[in-house]
């Protein structure tokens, strides 16, 4: 039997797969804490597959999916399925790298809410940016990771190898999923990856921005629970 590992986002934890936990528990799923410890996605990864014995089938979101695809390039006799949510195989682009480095100087100042706040009208669809409670929970775990681990994030995002480059050569099977109105990776990041692995299978999820697994849980939690099944026969 394969260990079920989800992989939070930047700044994520368990919080933003609160849904999933519940849903998926006959999976025994556990949430990796790697991100938090490690300063590249190559780092992340091999001490994910360092921590977990056996096969394994990651749920990665947004930086997780970058360090699940990363982690399939270094083990793929491992990886029992890959899923990826709202993620992006390319490496950084400058536009970004730009972003990354005004935010990062912010947080190095203290300014953290300067670059958070405004950061939840991009990270949820507007209907659900209006929901207070979910805003809540989100700003509540990306203030608890703090400065820096949000340095430490992005500069590993920044350097992110490009995943283009080995997808074509994934086995495993790979389901891909992202929000419809996601402007933080666009919808054309997952058509690409879904492009690149001959056999992966792509679901757009309507009214939903970047934060699947807290804006759409119950489509999410179906797609995911459908897709473990078939892996498991």
Known sequence: MFTLVLLPGLAGNAVMWRSQLEALRSWRPTVTDVHSQHDS???????????HAG????????????LAMQAVREAPQRIRGIALLGTNPRPEDER????????????????????IEPNVGFAFHPEHARDRALVEAY????YEAGAAQLIR???????????????PNVTCPVLVM??????????ECSREI?????????VTVPR???????????IVNAQLMRWLAALAA
Do not use: K
């Open 96 to 115: 970004m790298r730009a972003l990354r480095e005004a935010a990062i100087a912010l947080f190095e100042d203290g300014r953290l809410a300067e670059v």
């Open 139 to 142: 700003l509540g775990f990306v």
């Open 41 to 51: 996605i190559e780092a992340m990864a091999s001490a994910l597959l360092a921590q």
């Open 194 to 202: 879904a492009s690149l692995v001959a056999h992966a299978e792509l």
């Open 208 to 218: 939903c921005g970047h934060m699947l697994t807290m804006e759409q849980p119950q």
């Open 153 to 167: 994030q992005n500069r590993a995002v920044m350097a992110r190898p490009d995943a283009r480059e080995h997808l």
């Open 178 to 187: 992202c929000g419809e109105d996601d402007q933080l990776t666009p919808p």
């Open 55 to 66: 096969e394994l089938v990651l749920c990665g979101a947004s930086m997780g999916g970058m």
